[in-house]
């Protein structure tokens, strides 16, 4: 079985896989600085919702960013059991033990991605998947397609740009 896979970036971003952008170099929610690892989302609606974290406004979003889908074979994704989250995993700025957990998996190898709740939906009724570009089978995440991102001119008709 395969699994579709979305990521919203700049489009010549979208099939560089080394994991060596921002959540390299500063860590994110998921992984400390110097640990490679791809942010991706179980839906194309959460990649957006994940990336409206850092621009405030849809008409703000530069040109030359796309969706970008992707697909998996199934049995490459592990899924972390939400029950074993710390209590403030969805919090901002994250804690340091959202980290640890990325960490583990990737230092464990044990697959080429993990499916963790997204910190974007309350209570983390959707889902976003880290993928580890270090893994011997990393090369079965393809990159299959380049999509317009565009958002709902009626989604935020009533918020200015500034």
């Not at 079985?1 to 959540?23: H, Q, V, W």
């Not at 972390?80 to 959202?98: A, F, G, I, R, V």
Request: with cysteine; glycine share 8%; net charge negative.
């Amino acid at each position: 079985m395969i699994t579709n896979l979305f990521r919203a970036s700049p489009e010549i971003y979208l099939n560089n896989l080394d994991g060596k952008g921002g959540s390299y170099a500063n860590g994110a929610r998921w992984n400390p600085a110097g640990y490679p690892i791809v942010y991706l989302a179980s839906s194309a609606s959460t990649a957006l919702l994940e990336m409206a974290n850092y621009i405030p406004h849809p008409e703000l979003v530069p040109d030359n960013y796309r969706l970008g889908r992707y697909e998996i074979p199934t049995n490459l994704i592990d899924t972390y059991d939400k029950s074993k989250l710390p209590k403030n995993w969805d919090e901002y700025p994250h804690p340091q033990s959202t980290q640890q957990i990325g960490k583990a998996w990737l230092d464990n190898g044990s697959n080429v991605a993990l499916r963790l709740p997204s910190s974007a939906v309350p209570g983390g009724y959707d889902d976003i998947v880290i993928f580890n570009p270090c893994h011997p089978k990393a090369g079965e995440l393809k990159f299959i397609e380049a999509l317009p991102l565009a958002y709902s001119s009626r989604m935020f008709s009533g918020l200015s740009k500034d």
